[in-house]
Protein backbone atom coordinates (compact mmCIF):
# COMPACT_ATOMS: atom_id res chain seq x y z
CA UNK A 1 0.00 0.00 0.00
CA UNK A 2 1.61 3.41 -1.22
CA UNK A 3 1.90 5.77 1.81
CA UNK A 4 -0.10 8.91 1.79
CA UNK A 5 1.27 12.25 0.09
CA UNK A 6 1.78 15.37 2.61
CA UNK A 7 -1.79 16.69 0.95
CA UNK A 8 -3.63 13.57 2.01
CA UNK A 9 -2.16 13.61 5.26
CA UNK A 10 -3.21 17.22 5.69
CA UNK A 11 -6.90 16.61 4.30
CA UNK A 12 -6.92 13.82 6.62
CA UNK A 13 -5.72 15.74 10.03
CA UNK A 14 -8.30 18.98 8.78
CA UNK A 15 -10.96 16.58 8.99
CA UNK A 16 -9.79 15.39 12.49
CA UNK A 17 -9.81 18.69 13.76
CA UNK A 18 -12.98 19.73 11.80
CA UNK A 19 -14.84 16.52 13.34
CA UNK A 20 -13.84 17.54 16.69
CA UNK A 21 -14.79 21.04 16.20
CA UNK A 22 -18.20 20.12 15.51
CA UNK A 23 -18.57 18.05 17.75
CA UNK A 24 -17.64 20.23 20.83
CA UNK A 25 -19.66 22.91 19.58
CA UNK A 26 -22.96 20.14 20.12
CA UNK A 27 -21.38 19.97 23.33
CA UNK A 28 -20.95 23.11 24.17
CA UNK A 29 -25.14 24.13 23.49
CA UNK A 30 -26.05 21.49 25.47
CA UNK A 31 -28.61 22.51 28.02
CA UNK A 32 -26.77 20.98 31.08
CA UNK A 33 -23.45 23.50 30.07
CA UNK A 34 -25.76 26.34 30.17
CA UNK A 35 -25.36 26.16 33.72
CA UNK A 36 -21.40 26.37 34.07
CA UNK A 37 -21.80 26.56 37.33
CA UNK A 38 -23.58 23.33 37.97
CA UNK A 39 -21.65 21.58 35.90
CA UNK A 40 -18.26 23.05 37.30
CA UNK A 41 -19.68 22.33 41.44
CA UNK A 42 -20.29 18.56 40.26
CA UNK A 43 -17.04 17.92 38.49
CA UNK A 44 -15.36 18.74 41.63
CA UNK A 45 -17.05 16.07 43.50
CA UNK A 46 -18.29 18.33 46.00
CA UNK A 47 -20.19 16.87 49.35
CA UNK A 48 -22.07 18.85 51.65
CA UNK A 49 -22.29 17.46 55.29
CA UNK A 50 -25.84 17.68 56.95
CA UNK A 51 -26.71 16.80 60.38
CA UNK A 52 -30.71 15.63 61.82
CA UNK A 53 -31.89 13.74 64.32
CA UNK A 54 -30.63 10.51 62.90
CA UNK A 55 -27.47 11.52 62.62
CA UNK A 56 -24.96 13.24 60.05
CA UNK A 57 -25.37 12.72 56.41
CA UNK A 58 -22.59 13.41 53.20
CA UNK A 59 -24.97 14.64 50.44
CA UNK A 60 -23.99 15.04 46.62
CA UNK A 61 -26.57 16.89 43.96
CA UNK A 62 -26.18 15.57 40.80
CA UNK A 63 -27.94 16.21 37.39
CA UNK A 64 -31.28 14.02 36.40
CA UNK A 65 -29.60 10.69 34.91
CA UNK A 66 -31.27 11.39 31.67
CA UNK A 67 -29.58 15.15 31.50
CA UNK A 68 -26.42 13.38 31.59
CA UNK A 69 -26.58 10.90 29.62
CA UNK A 70 -28.11 13.23 27.05
CA UNK A 71 -24.55 15.08 27.81
CA UNK A 72 -22.41 11.29 27.49
CA UNK A 73 -24.26 10.37 23.94
CA UNK A 74 -22.52 13.75 22.62
CA UNK A 75 -19.75 13.21 23.95
CA UNK A 76 -19.24 10.08 23.24
CA UNK A 77 -17.42 10.71 19.72
CA UNK A 78 -14.92 12.17 21.79
CA UNK A 79 -13.76 9.48 23.63
CA UNK A 80 -14.29 6.86 21.18
CA UNK A 81 -10.84 5.82 19.42
CA UNK A 82 -12.67 4.82 15.73
CA UNK A 83 -14.57 7.92 15.80
CA UNK A 84 -12.99 11.13 13.41
CA UNK A 85 -13.64 13.53 16.51
CA UNK A 86 -12.00 11.46 19.11
CA UNK A 87 -9.60 13.80 21.14
CA UNK A 88 -6.56 12.16 20.25
CA UNK A 89 -6.57 12.68 16.92
CA UNK A 90 -7.36 16.84 17.23
CA UNK A 91 -4.57 16.88 19.43
CA UNK A 92 -2.39 14.76 16.68
CA UNK A 93 -3.42 17.65 13.79
CA UNK A 94 -2.65 20.37 16.26
CA UNK A 95 0.59 19.13 16.50
CA UNK A 96 1.15 18.39 13.04
CA UNK A 97 -0.23 21.64 11.99
CA UNK A 98 1.53 23.64 14.70
CA UNK A 99 4.72 22.00 14.29
CA UNK A 100 7.78 24.73 14.70
CA UNK A 101 5.65 27.27 15.68
CA UNK A 102 5.79 29.69 18.35
CA UNK A 103 2.66 30.93 20.28
CA UNK A 104 1.38 34.16 20.43
CA UNK A 105 1.52 35.73 24.37
CA UNK A 106 -0.93 33.13 26.08
CA UNK A 107 -2.91 34.81 28.84
CA UNK A 108 -0.86 35.07 32.15
CA UNK A 109 2.33 34.08 29.74
CA UNK A 110 4.84 34.67 27.48
CA UNK A 111 5.18 33.21 23.95
CA UNK A 112 5.84 28.97 24.42
CA UNK A 113 6.54 26.57 21.84
CA UNK A 114 3.61 25.04 20.84
CA UNK A 115 4.82 21.19 21.77
CA UNK A 116 5.17 22.45 24.78
CA UNK A 117 1.63 24.01 24.86
CA UNK A 118 0.31 20.86 22.96
CA UNK A 119 2.07 18.48 25.78
CA UNK A 120 0.32 19.97 28.12
CA UNK A 121 -2.85 19.55 26.48
CA UNK A 122 -2.57 15.99 26.43
CA UNK A 123 -1.78 15.68 29.59
CA UNK A 124 -4.78 17.14 30.56
CA UNK A 125 -6.96 14.82 28.06
CA UNK A 126 -5.51 11.88 29.22
CA UNK A 127 -7.79 12.00 32.47
CA UNK A 128 -10.28 10.59 29.98
CA UNK A 129 -9.43 6.82 29.22
CA UNK A 130 -12.34 4.46 29.40
CA UNK A 131 -9.89 1.19 30.56
CA UNK A 132 -8.22 3.67 32.96
CA UNK A 133 -8.33 1.94 36.31
CA UNK A 134 -6.94 5.07 38.46
CA UNK A 135 -9.18 7.20 40.70
CA UNK A 136 -10.06 10.40 39.56
CA UNK A 137 -11.87 11.70 42.82
CA UNK A 138 -12.60 8.31 44.89
CA UNK A 139 -12.95 4.66 45.25
CA UNK A 140 -15.63 2.55 46.38
CA UNK A 141 -15.51 -1.21 48.30
CA UNK A 142 -18.64 -2.81 49.29
CA UNK A 143 -19.42 -5.32 52.70
CA UNK A 144 -21.54 -6.94 54.47
CA UNK A 145 -22.18 -6.78 58.18
CA UNK A 146 -23.21 -10.52 58.14
CA UNK A 147 -20.01 -11.95 57.58
CA UNK A 148 -17.23 -9.62 57.29
CA UNK A 149 -16.82 -9.90 53.62
CA UNK A 150 -15.94 -6.81 51.41
CA UNK A 151 -15.14 -6.79 47.65
CA UNK A 152 -12.98 -5.70 45.33
CA UNK A 153 -12.12 -1.72 45.77
CA UNK A 154 -13.24 0.04 42.08
CA UNK A 155 -12.14 3.27 41.04
CA UNK A 156 -15.15 6.36 40.08
CA UNK A 157 -13.59 5.97 36.62
CA UNK A 158 -14.14 2.18 36.19
CA UNK A 159 -17.47 2.68 37.51
CA UNK A 160 -18.19 6.25 35.93
CA UNK A 161 -17.70 4.05 32.04
CA UNK A 162 -19.75 1.11 32.93
CA UNK A 163 -22.32 3.51 33.47
CA UNK A 164 -21.29 5.13 30.06
CA UNK A 165 -20.40 2.30 28.11
CA UNK A 166 -22.60 -0.68 29.89
CA UNK A 167 -26.04 1.60 30.82
CA UNK A 168 -26.38 4.17 28.37
CA UNK A 169 -24.44 4.16 24.67
CA UNK A 170 -23.73 -0.07 24.38
CA UNK A 171 -24.63 -2.43 26.64
CA UNK A 172 -21.09 -3.94 27.52
CA UNK A 173 -21.74 -6.93 29.53
CA UNK A 174 -18.23 -7.57 30.67
CA UNK A 175 -18.23 -3.86 32.58
CA UNK A 176 -21.84 -4.17 34.14
CA UNK A 177 -20.30 -7.81 35.81
CA UNK A 178 -17.38 -5.86 36.84
CA UNK A 179 -19.51 -3.51 39.00
CA UNK A 180 -22.59 -5.25 39.36
CA UNK A 181 -22.28 -5.30 43.19
CA UNK A 182 -22.70 -1.46 43.39
CA UNK A 183 -25.66 -1.18 40.88
CA UNK A 184 -26.43 1.63 38.29
CA UNK A 185 -26.83 4.23 41.28
CA UNK A 186 -23.04 3.99 42.15
CA UNK A 187 -22.42 4.11 38.19
CA UNK A 188 -24.15 6.77 37.47
CA UNK A 189 -22.85 9.03 40.79
CA UNK A 190 -19.26 7.92 39.52
CA UNK A 191 -20.83 8.78 35.51
CA UNK A 192 -22.02 12.48 36.68
CA UNK A 193 -19.12 13.96 38.06
CA UNK A 194 -16.89 12.88 34.92
CA UNK A 195 -19.24 13.65 32.30
CA UNK A 196 -19.18 17.75 33.35
CA UNK A 197 -15.39 17.61 33.77
CA UNK A 198 -15.05 16.45 29.90
CA UNK A 199 -17.79 18.79 29.06
CA UNK A 200 -15.86 21.42 30.62
CA UNK A 201 -12.53 19.93 28.70
CA UNK A 202 -14.38 19.80 25.89
CA UNK A 203 -15.14 23.45 25.87
CA UNK A 204 -12.13 24.60 26.81
CA UNK A 205 -9.91 22.79 23.60
CA UNK A 206 -12.38 24.60 21.57
CA UNK A 207 -12.04 27.86 23.10
CA UNK A 208 -8.14 26.88 22.14
CA UNK A 209 -9.04 25.83 18.68
CA UNK A 210 -10.88 29.32 17.87
CA UNK A 211 -7.90 31.14 19.75
CA UNK A 212 -5.21 29.54 17.36
CA UNK A 213 -7.78 30.31 14.07
CA UNK A 214 -8.38 34.24 15.29
CA UNK A 215 -4.58 34.10 15.07
CA UNK A 216 -4.19 33.07 11.77
CA UNK A 217 -2.02 29.67 12.96
CA UNK A 218 -4.89 27.27 11.52
CA UNK A 219 -5.17 28.91 7.95
CA UNK A 220 -6.34 25.64 6.46
CA UNK A 221 -9.18 25.14 9.62
CA UNK A 222 -11.97 27.05 7.40
CA UNK A 223 -14.16 29.60 9.47
CA UNK A 224 -17.14 28.29 8.82
CA UNK A 225 -16.98 25.55 11.55
CA UNK A 226 -17.49 27.71 13.99
CA UNK A 227 -20.52 29.16 12.37
CA UNK A 228 -22.32 26.73 10.32
CA UNK A 229 -25.66 25.20 12.64
CA UNK A 230 -24.57 22.31 14.56
CA UNK A 231 -27.82 21.75 16.44
CA UNK A 232 -32.14 22.08 15.66
CA UNK A 233 -32.80 24.95 17.82
CA UNK A 234 -36.32 25.29 16.40
CA UNK A 235 -38.22 21.79 15.99
CA UNK A 236 -41.44 23.32 14.50
CA UNK A 237 -41.44 23.03 10.79
CA UNK A 238 -43.49 25.07 8.97
CA UNK A 239 -42.93 25.24 5.18
CA UNK A 240 -45.56 26.79 2.74
CA UNK A 241 -46.41 24.73 0.13
CA UNK A 242 -48.82 23.16 -2.41
CA UNK A 243 -50.40 20.87 -1.81
CA UNK A 244 -52.62 17.76 -4.04
CA UNK A 245 -54.46 14.86 -3.40
CA UNK A 246 -55.59 12.10 -5.86
CA UNK A 247 -56.94 8.42 -4.84
CA UNK A 248 -54.99 5.92 -3.16
CA UNK A 249 -53.30 4.00 -5.56
CA UNK A 250 -52.57 6.70 -8.29
CA UNK A 251 -49.36 7.28 -9.85
CA UNK A 252 -46.79 9.91 -8.24
CA UNK A 253 -45.58 11.87 -10.89
CA UNK A 254 -41.67 11.49 -11.47
CA UNK A 255 -41.09 15.23 -10.71
CA UNK A 256 -43.00 18.26 -10.23
CA UNK A 257 -40.87 20.85 -11.60
CA UNK A 258 -40.66 21.86 -15.38
CA UNK A 259 -38.89 24.79 -17.39
CA UNK A 260 -41.85 27.11 -16.10
CA UNK A 261 -40.80 26.00 -12.77
CA UNK A 262 -43.65 23.73 -11.79
CA UNK A 263 -45.65 20.56 -13.31
CA UNK A 264 -48.56 20.02 -13.53
CA UNK A 265 -49.36 16.26 -11.84
CA UNK A 266 -52.42 15.61 -14.02
CA UNK A 267 -56.27 15.46 -14.10
CA UNK A 268 -56.55 12.96 -11.52
CA UNK A 269 -54.68 15.58 -8.60
CA UNK A 270 -56.92 18.18 -7.24
CA UNK A 271 -54.99 21.03 -5.58
CA UNK A 272 -55.91 21.93 -2.35
CA UNK A 273 -56.59 25.40 -1.74
Known sequence: MARPTEIELDKRYLDYLIAFVLRARR???????RDLEMVQR?????????????????????PPEEVVESAAARLRPLILQDEEAHHGKMLNALKRFLRGVTLPDLPGGPPTDSSAFLGGLKSEWSEFDPNGRTAQAYSVQSGRLSDGRTSDTLADNVLAFAWIYGDVVHGDAERLRETEQHGVKERFRAAAPLVCRLMEMTVSTLHVIQWLHHHGLLPMLPGAVFE?????????????AEVYMAPVGTT???????????????PQWQRLD
Open 27 to 33: VKAHSMY
Open 42 to 62: VGRVELRVEKDPDGVWLVQDL
Open 228 to 240: QEVVVAETRFRQK
Open 252 to 266: MPDSLVSDDGFADPG
